[in-house]
């Protein structure tokens, strides 16, 4: 078979050649629908081009440095950002650049078009992959080809990547292909679902003005219609304040405008054209014998269907599906911002203000049913606090993948990761917190006395009024939470003591020169920019990725004074009642000490409980030469291994150093400073270690595997951080 043709011109295509929506739309063709112009490039073209340029093999190490049920999501991130680097620097083979241009332009020549994604594993009845391959709108001819490089690209995103891992599908079998469709100037556009999937027997069909873009990627909400498929009576219609919607700007941009006035008190469809759609879905339906997901889009009054899929929610109930958050990863700009609206004016002030409130709150001087009623309010309101964590404070991260993709696919540099030098320029609430730990341990070393005192420390605090102030705001401003300590306000000042020591040994970071190369590429970034045709201009993208960036960090922080507050309430409630002789309370959860206090409980249960102090573990020792992670922060450190796997070992952390941890907690990046270097199990560019590591200027390797079993404490370790690679000296 050809590796470009008209669709309507191949009805035997299979899924093999053309993917799931290119079978679809065969389908839709042969059951006498109006289909947009359609070309489809098959997956013998993918093939080809990887195998010119080797990349099956090159994809193979990206992936297999570490095995991906073992990854987290910023390390699924990092990997599919290194897969994309491999096919924007890789050119398509000439032979088959000419085919498709010459194909591309008889068809397209004074058009635009939608350049879709097509997988082979895709749009199957077991797995919908709807929305997590790239589809790109408003193409002119002569950015096709660049565009199906991206669709290609897109088979190793983030999202696919986990998906796929999710159904238990092959990635290395998985290959795709891509629909070429021109471009419809949509008046009203929207998705059919020929059976509701969240379990009515009606059929659900939304609606908006414009382009169907937005209400995919959620920044349109539609107008919804449930109807019954037996007489075609509209059941419940569901308006939303229609304001906006996404339309052709021009060539090779989409975005959002204003609906006028007269047309917002107006639902985008009109009762006969709802009672058409009604009809074809559930013509399509009968024709297909399976429940359908289509979308479609009407101009001039003509009704144009651009794909249809079967409805996989309904063929695998028993699946909890994880795609609604998967398609949380990928946010776009308009969306980013507002994420960041409303995590900086009100959600990270929110629990700034809620955590002083707590702080403010005399615990000791409450009596037992307010202190009940403290512990049980603040444990509430840390879950809370935490699920927004996760609802809009790790969904911003992706602003920095969004600026990542935009720059790599602008300068296309050797480094995939480049981008990260011009993130680096607002100050994070880590590294502030640790200038001050740098103050206060300079103010240790121009008094002997008050290091004589910290050096025998006793339980008791320094009596120097200067530093006591010092570190009293340090731990008002950043509560100096450790993981594990959440309850012991002792131990918690046990470790500060220690950290400023070690803090005197060690001079205050300075930055490697790198300023002036950041800005160059910063420049030429920028001048890209207003060459490219985007709805947004760079130097607001940059300010976007910057603060994406900070608050990666940042957020943690804010969260970890909520946590300390919560805490605190439990442990003065254990301590109420260890006082009163209360069997088991040390190790009793928060909702059990809050019934007691209440009187809603006399005793614990008397069943063994679990010490929170976790036990000593003995660890095999396996020798190895040179191990292999992904490089995360530049240049070379030399030292002895510190393992840290308890707290007792990040208690014993001298400066000078290389630290070695599964993964570094965004409340002990107080030590990163001290590290001659970072190796850390946990990978990826985003994650704190690598961020801070790199506002040192501290080499750093992550996603290194069974690191903490691999390197032994003592052991004399090299780590480069340009290739990725330490190197353990042999005793």
């Given at each position: ?624 030469r040179q191990i292999v992670g992904q490089p995360a922060a530049k240049g070379v450190g030399h030292g002895v291994a510190r393992v840290v796997r308890e707290l007792e070992d990040l208690k014993n952390f001298q400066a000078g150093e290389i630290l070695v941890v599964d993964s570094i907690d965004p409340n002990m990046t107080f030590i ?60």
């Amino acid at each position: 078979m050809k590796r470009i043709f008209f669709l309507e011109h191949e009805k035997t295509a299979t899924v093999q050649q053309v993917g799931g929506k290119g079978v679809g739309l065969r389908d839709l063709l042969a059951a006498g629908c109006n289909v947009p112009k359609t070309v489809c490039i098959t997956s013998d073209a993918y093939d080809g081009f990887l195998d010119f340029h080797g990349l099956r093999e090159k994809i193979g190490l990206v992936l297999n440095r570490k095995q991906q049920q073992d990854m987290r999501w910023e390390e699924i991130w990092d990997t599919a950002l290194r897969v994309k680097a491999l096919f924007l620097a890789a050119s398509i083979p000439s032979e088959l650049e000419n085919e498709l241009s010459l194909f591309l332009h008889s068809a397209f020549a004074n058009s635009l078009v939608a350049v879709r994604s097509s997988a082979t594993d895709e749009d199957q009845a077991a797995g919908s992959f709807a929305g997590l391959h790239e589809s790109y709108l408003n193409i002119p001819c002569d950015k096709i080809i660049a565009h199906i490089k991206k669709v290609w690209a897109s088979l190793w995103s983030d999202r696919a990547l986990l998906y796929r891992q999710e159904l238990g599908l092959s990635v290395e079998t998985s290959r795709m292909a891509v629909v070429v469709q021109e471009m419809v100037n949509s008046d009203v556009s929207g998705i059919c679902f020929t059976h509701d999937p969240m379990g009515s027997s009606h059929m659900v069909i939304e609606a908006v003005y414009g382009l169907n873009q937005g209400l995919v990627d959620g920044q349109i909400e539609p107008d919804r219609w449930f109807v019954d498929k037996a007489d075609g009576a509209v059941r419940q219609w569901i308006q939303p304040s229609r304001r906006t919607k996404q339309t052709t700007a021009r060539a090779g941009v989409i975005g959002l405008e204003d609906i006028p006035e007269p047309q917002r008190d107006r639902p985008p469809l009109t009762a006969s054209e709802l009672l058409q759609l009604k009809e074809v879905c559930l013509r399509l339906e009968q024709h297909f014998n399976q429940p359908l997901d289509i979308e479609w889009t009407i101009s001039d009054g003509q009704l144009y269907l651009l794909q249809a899929r079967p409805i996989s929610t309904l063929a695998n109930v028993d699946r909890e599906d994880k795609r609604p958050w998967y398609l949380s990863l990928h946010r776009s700009y308009d969306n980013l911002v507002q994420l960041r609206d409303a995590i900086e004016h009100d959600v990270l002030p929110s629990m700034e203000s809620e955590a002083a409130e707590f702080a403010q709150i005399n615990l000791d001087t409450l009596d037992d049913q307010a202190l009940a009623e403290a512990i049980e309010h603040r444990t509430q309101r840390n879950s809370y606090w935490a699920d927004m964590y996760w609802e809009k404070c790790i969904p911003f991260a992706h602003g920095v993948r969004l600026f990542g993709e935009i720059y790599n696919e602008l300068l296309t540099p050797a480094d995939p990761y480049e981008f990260v030098q011009l993130l680096s320029s607002r100050k994070m609430l880590s590294t502030s917190r640790n200038k001050q730990l740098y103050e206060l341990a300079s103010l240790v070393n121009e008094n002997p006395k008050l290091k004589q005192e910290l050096e025998q420390h006793d339980g008791t605090l320094p009596t120097d009024p200067l530093f006591r102030g010092q570190l009293d705001d340090l731990l008002s401003h950043y509560g100096f939470l450790f993981p594990g300590l959440e309850e012991d306000h002792e131990q918690r000042l046990l470790v500060v003591m220690k950290v400023i020591l070690e803090y005197t040994r060690i001079q205050p970071a300075q930055r490697d020169g790198g300023v002036a190369r950041s800005k160059e590429l910063e420049l030429r970034f920028l001048k890209r920019m207003q060459q490219a045709e985007y709805p947004f201009n760079g130097e607001d993208l940059l300010d976007l990725a910057r603060a994406s960036y900070c608050i990666r960090d940042d957020d943690n922080v804010y969260l970890g004074k909520i946590e300390l507050q919560a805490a605190a309430a439990v442990n003065a409630g254990r301590q109420r009642l260890v006082a009163r002789q209360v069997t088991g309370a040390e190790h009793a959860s928060p909702k059990e000490v809050a019934a007691i206090l209440a009187g809603q409980q006399q005793n614990l249960d008397s069943r063994p409980r679990k010490s929170s102090t976790t036990p000593k573990k003995s660890y095999s020792r396996v020798t190895a030469r040179q191990i292999v992670g992904q490089p995360a922060a530049k240049g070379v450190g030399h030292g002895v291994a510190r393992v840290v796997r308890e707290l007792e070992d990040l208690k014993n952390f001298q400066a000078g150093e290389i630290l070695v941890v599964d993964s570094i907690d965004p409340n002990m990046t107080f030590i990163v400073p001290l590290a001659a270097a970072i190796i850390e199990k946990r990978g990826g560019m985003l994650i704190h270690g690598a961020i801070i590591a790199r506002e040192y200027g501290i080499p750093c390797i992550t996603g290194v595997p069974d690191a903490t079993s691999l390197i032994t404490s003592g052991d004399k370790v090299t780590v480069d951080g340009y290739l990725g690679i330490l190197t353990i000296e042999k005793k």
